[in-house]
């Protein structure tokens, strides 16, 4: 096959990040998140790039009364409760957080628009790495998932393990449910403990997006082929927020547009992820950024035929 790029995207709003701010200080971040949402749908049509949309499905509901009625029977039982959506939400009630933390109608433009798949980031935003989480309570909270996306008549086949807590264990259970697809976090050692995620870690993770190799594409055939388990889809790059250090910023879409172009002389694949509300602050500096990226991926399907898939496309490429 040719080189591809795959673009995956976290939808969360504020269920991704509740646990780590006050959500009074970010009532205009995420309001811009929500604007820019369709901005990005816009960039992909005019570029034609496929995109996976994993969804947390909390956000499929209409409203705090409907988010009261759509409850697991297994919840996990976090021994840091303060991880827990339902804690959570029980304790921020009212119709100005509804905005925060429900998106029925992006959900649908994103479903109206070609060539985006509508994908699981779990229920809850559920965490598979925390003490005192279970696989029943996975379960519940993945059974859950599927059924708010049926009733949009969406069939999920591709996940994304919230916080990036690959969790093995979990693959049959998202086999079960028709989940085949996974995104599997980069090789590097500094991506290997999510769940503990330490500072050391995350100051490599930074680092990373300005200097050190850039050998971030790999060819499809390195994915793990088992046959009881959904196809592990390793991530490339985070794309991260629009920086105000101009020389950072030019550094950073520095790289990543050669490790594109990697991908696409060697037909490799090059996996591009980010959260929709990375773009909340800056969003017009974010939303050229990304312009210029796909800018970039249009000259590189030029010259070398470089293609854009999502996670279920390159699932039934690899299937044959």
């Known amino acids: 096959m040719n080189g591809a790029l795959i673009i995956s995207l976290d939808f969360e709003l504020l269920w991704g990040v509740f646990d780590n701010v006050n959500y009074n200080d970010k009532i205009e971040y995420f309001h811009n998140t929500r604007e820019v949402v369709p901005k990005i749908l816009q ?6 790039i496929s995109c996976t949309w994993a969804t947390v499905g909390m956000l499929f509901n209409e409203n705090w009364e409907e988010w009261n ?3 697991p029977g297994t919840l996990p039982g976090y021994e840091n409760k303060e991880l827990s959506a339902y804690r959570f939400g029980r304790s921020i009630q009212n119709k100005e957080t509804e905005s925060l ?5 992006l959900i649908r433009k994103i479903q109206q628009t070609s060539r985006q798949e509508i994908a699981t980031h779990t229920y809850s935003h559920y965490y598979c790495l925390e003490q005192g989480q ?3 309570s996975f379960k519940a909270d993945l059974k859950l998932a599927v059924k708010m996306a049926q009733a949009f008549d969406v069939e999920l086949r591709s996940l994304v393990f919230p916080r990036n807590q690959f969790n093995r264990e979990y693959l049959e259970i998202c086999k079960n449910l028709e989940i085949r697809n996974v995104r599997s976090n980069p090789t590097n050692w500094y991506w290997k403990d999510t ?19 850039t050998n971030k594409s790999y060819n499809l055939e390195e994915l793990p082929n088992r046959r009881n388990e959904p196809l592990s889809q390793k991530a490339s790059r985070l794309l991260r927020p629009f920086s105000p250090n101009q020389t950072l910023n030019s550094l950073k879409i520095k790289r990543i547009k050669q490790e594109m172009t990697k991908a696409a002389k060697n037909a490799e694949v090059y996996h591009l992820w980010w959260h929709p509300h990375n773009f909340g602050d800056f969003p017009a500096e974010n939303l050229r950024d990304l312009e210029e990226l796909l800018i970039h991926y249009k000259h590189l399907k030029e010259e070398f035929d470089f293609q854009s898939l999502n996670m279920q496309e390159i699932e039934q490429l690899f299937v044959g």
């Open 43 to 48: 960039l992909f049509e005019k570029y034609e």
């Open 195 to 213: 769940g503990k995620d330490s500072l050391l870690n995350k100051i490599f993770r930074t680092g990373d997006a300005y200097v050190g190799s």
């Open 101 to 105: 933390c429900f998106a029925p109608n």
């Open 69 to 71: 009625e759509n409850i």
């Open 134 to 136: 279970n696989s029943d």
